[in-house]
């Protein structure tokens, strides 16, 4: 998928002239921060934290034994009758995913939600061949029929007004004037349930796969994952490697702490866990599944300073939690995962050079490491991948020359005093409302201060003399 994140400031700028943007998300970010206080701490602090303790130590451990629990997860996948196939990029995840449908000539594809779909732009790369490709959740249907992107991890129309929603659906969906949100829901099913009804592959991902069993877990609140994974014959999983758990139970835990604090529910409404294809006594199930193991550079951040940020379950709660986010939405991180782990993953999987804005788009407030439920240190990344910016000179250069000059000069702190005062003179004489390019970027949304006659230091040393009189 193209990845704009580079141009984050400009579409920052952009989002906050949004009307929809400015209303729909900060209502939707506040929704969701809300009910996962409620859900996380039904039960109080200290059970809610030890929730997310033993969720924290789950995903520790599994990253600990990755490649062994890969293994162990393959062999038991092919036993329940599962094809296992590896991507080692995007390319090969698409590649694999056209071979499968060449083989079993499929006309139309539907797919649930998915961000490692997003990721490889499985969608592109399928109507490219000829191939229709439908989306099912009912946020990633209208962001489908509205040409844009999903906007937030869990929630991918939280950037949309009902208005907009309703004009959407009337325009590119056919759908007869209403502004009930169930009777625009209703229209959404049936239209879907006709493609459901027609289509030859399903394409899904997966929140885990439980290595014991060889098994793939789905967490979904809307009936479309049940119909892509079992309703055409052929079924395509495709999953990052980091989704790996070792064991049922810890899946247990972890389909409690996830949607707590992805939606604040207690649970989601289906939970599914897929064994393997339809057997012959069963009567519906796909006839052949195909999982794909997705790797796209979570190798490298693997052997990495930042292999704690695959433990992220995309729960979506640093995105409600984050200040940023809230005025910016989602499309202006320019990539598919927006949001402070979006500001984390995407320079490691898309290189520093191509996103070396998102380490900056953080107030460094700490609240996203307060509520991921798997205790990512999200802060700590930041600041260091700022540090990679500023070492590798990956970031723009004027920034980076800015902030040598600033280091070089507060190790001289004559030439800082003498400096600072020249500097102070020269612009309390001109009258400047706004600096000149390439300053301007600043003073385009802030107001120039006015410079003080006297510095601080000065007036400390005034005052010290005043004292000793
Ligand atoms: S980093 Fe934590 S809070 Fe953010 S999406 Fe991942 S698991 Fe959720």
Redesign the pocket.
């Known amino acids: 998928m193209k990845n704009n994140a580079n141009q984050f400031i400009q579409s920052a700028d952009e989002a906050l002239r949004d009307p929809d943007i400015q209303k729909a998300v900060p209502y939707g970010t506040k929704l969701g921060f809300d009910k996962r206080i409620s859900a996380m701490y039904e039960f109080g602090e200290e059970h809610g934290e030890a929730l997310r303790d033993e969720a924290s130590q789950i995903k520790r451990r599994t990253l600990a034994n990755l490649p062994a629990l890969l293994e162990e997860a393959e062999k038991n996948l092919l036993k329940n009758g599962f094809k296992v196939l590896w991507a080692k990029d995007e390319d090969e995840a698409n590649q694999l995913i056209l071979e499968i449908a060449e083989k079993h000539q499929v006309k139309l594809a539907v797919k649930s939600k998915s961000m490692a779909t997003e990721e490889i732009g499985v969608n592109e790369s399928l109507e490219a061949a000829g191939i229709e490709v439908v989306e099912t959740d009912l946020g990633e249907f209208i962001v489908q029929l509205a040409e844009e992107r999903p906007s937030h991890?869990v929630v991918p129309i939280v950037h949309k007004t009902k208005e907009s929603i309703q004009k959407t659906l009337e325009e590119k969906a056919g759908m007869p004037p209403t502004e009930d949100p169930l009777a625009m829901t209703r229209f959404a099913r049936a239209y879907l349930r006709e493609k459901f009804l027609k289509a030859d592959l399903g394409i899904s991902g997966a929140n885990f796969v439980v290595a014991e069993t060889g098994s793939i877990g789905l967490v979904m609140n809307e009936g479309n994952g049940r119909f892509v994974t079992s309703l055409p014959k052929v079924h395509i999983a495709l999953v990052g490697i980091e989704k790996v758990v070792a064991t049922l139970s810890e899946y247990a835990t972890l389909t409690q702490i996830l949607p707590r604090?992805a939606t604040g529910q207690t649970i989601t409404v289906y939970t599914n866990l897929i064994n393997g294809p339809k057997r012959p006594h069963e009567s519906d199930g796909a006839e052949e599944i195909y999982l794909i193991f997705l790797d796209n550079g979570r190798s490298e951040i693997y052997q990495s300073d930042y292999a704690e940020s695959l433990a992220?379950?995309?729960?979506?709660?640093?995105l409600n939690a984050c200040p940023v986010y809230d005025v910016t939405g989602g499309h202006a991180y320019g990539w598919v995962y927006p949001g402070?782990?979006g500001s984390v993953i995407t320079p490691l999987l898309q290189g520093l050079e191509n996103a070396h804005t998102l380490p900056y788009a953080c107030t460094l407030c700490g609240l996203?490491k307060d509520?991921?439920?798997?205790e990512?240190d999200?802060p700590h990344f930041l600041l260091n991948l700022r540090k990679d910016v500023v070492q590798t000179q990956k970031g723009n250069w004027m920034w980076s020359a800015g902030i040598a000059g600033w280091a070089w000069i507060m190790k001289h702190p004559k030439l800082y005093r003498w400096g600072g005062k020249a500097a102070a003179r020269v612009l309390s004489w001109i009258p400047l409302k706004e600096l000149p390019a390439p300053f301007n970027a600043w003073t385009d949304h802030h107001t120039l201060p006015t410079f003080a006659e006297k510095s601080f230091t000065e007036l400390w040393e005034e005052h010290k003399e005043g004292q000793n009189e």
Do not use: D, N, T
């Not at 992220?312 to 640093?318: D, E, K, L, S, T």
């Not at 509520?371 to 798997?374: A, D, L, R, S, T």
């Open positions: 991890i604090s992220c379950i995309r729960c979506g709660a640093c402070p782990i996203c509520v991921c439920p798997v990512i999200l």
